[in-house]
């Protein structure tokens, strides 16, 4: 069932269920599953209307994704970040002026690395293999890609699917040798991920939900946990 849901092979799904927890799943009669607050950032206008991410990786299972309106924003992301995840020690960037070129002292980007005491390093010119990121990004849009085609979703919901990719992608057992089959999750926070939210419903499925407002049962599309 996992290695459908996900589109991963049958090894890497038995290896993700080994190194996670299903303790949220609960057989019921009804068709309705369960009831799930939604995320403040699913709120928001701008994640319909942006048109480009800002992508942090490890390089080993480990990404997070935020939609931004655009360059200026790529600050907001990594503060975003640091607020969710923790400072990072290290960042490997890009020659991009927003996102953290040589050029950045004075930036609010530059601002934050020095007000979080973050070490950044640049990739060499056209060498785009010395970014881990860039290989992520590739390997995201593949996804986004076959689930838009697969499950017919409207591509302005794109910032909801990376989100949805990426988190799926944390829970996957890797493949890197070091990571002896555990989850870039946690490597990250220390303890296994529950995949049970991930696992109950396929992106854009019809789901049932209860709007707090009226307190009444409505349908809509399943856009990630």
């Not at 990739?123 to 293999?129: A, D, G, L, R």
């Not at 946690?186 to 303890?191: I, P, T």
């Not at 854009?204 to 307190?215: E, G, R, T």
């Amino acid at each position: 069932m996992l290695s459908k849901l996900w589109q991963i092979s049958p090894r890497k799904a038995a290896q993700t269920l080994k190194a996670t927890t299903q303790r949220a799943v609960k057989a019921q009669g009804n068709e309705l599953m369960k009831w799930f607050k939604t995320k403040r950032w699913m709120n928001q206008q701008y994640c319909l209307e942006g048109k480009a991410a800002r992508l942090f990786t490890n390089g080993k299972g480990y990404n997070e994704i935020y939609p931004i309106t655009g360059t200026k924003q790529c600050s907001q992301a990594l503060s975003s970040m640091i607020q969710e995840n923790g400072i990072p020690e290290w960042l490997v960037v890009d020659n991009h002026r927003s996102q953290g070129s040589n050029e950045t002292y004075g930036t609010d980007w530059g601002k934050l690395l020095k007000e979080y005491g973050i070490r950044q390093t640049w990739i060499q010119p056209h060498c785009w293999w010395q970014n881990a990121a860039e290989r992520t990004i590739g390997e995201i849009r593949r996804d986004l890609r076959s689930l838009q085609g697969n499950k017919q979703s409207p591509k302005r919901l794109w910032s909801y699917l990376v989100q949805y990719i990426c988190a799926r992608r944390q829970r996957t057992a890797s493949a890197v040798p070091s990571m002896m089959g555990r989850t870039g999750f946690e490597l990250v926070n220390g303890f296994a991920p529950d995949v049970s939210l991930c696992v109950l419903h396929e992106w854009h499925d019809f789901v049932w939900w209860l709007d707090m407002s009226d307190k009444q049962e409505k349908l809509g599309r399943w856009l990630g946990p």
